[in-house]
Nanobody, 117 residues
Framework: QVEVVESGGGLVQAGGSLRLSCAAS????????MGWYRQAPGKQRELVAT???????NYVDSVKGRFTISRDGVKNTVYLQMNSLKPEDTAVYYC???????????WGQGTQVTVST
């Protein structure tokens, strides 16, 4: 079992920055990914950024150049540095830990990010 705990959301003005943190505890073995998804009101949950256990990073196009994901493999912690925030970044952000084999997904409780104009 893996426990996932996020922190760092909040309210920020457009153009500002926030840093999200996610700590995972438990049995995380083998090839895996850690990352962030978000869900805005009335929309489907979408991938924001992921980083694999071998360092491969993936971003959704809308955040490239503004968001940076990083991972501490020793602490099983992943961070999302969000700069130049826009109102359309407003959403609940969820941390995800995905074990590739055997396949399993673990989610955090979500943290609200609100970007005001």
């Amino acid at each position: 079992q893996v426990e996932v705990v996020e922190s760092g959301g909040g309210l920020v003005q457009a153009g500002g920055s926030l840093r999200l943190s996610c700590a995972a505890s438990g049995s995380i073995n083998g090839f895996n990914t850690m990352g962030w998804y978000r869900q805005a009101p009335g929309k489907q949950r979408e991938l924001v950024a992921t980083v694999s256990s071998v360092g491969v990073i993936n971003y959704v196009d809308s955040v490239k150049g503004r968001f940076t994901i990083s991972r501490d493999g020793v602490k099983n912690t992943v961070y999302l540095q969000m700069n130049s925030l826009k109102p359309e970044d407003t959403a609940v952000y969820y941390c995800n830990v995905r074990i590739i084999f055997p396949r399993d997904d673990y989610w955090g409780q979500g943290t609200q990010v609100t970007v005001s104009t």
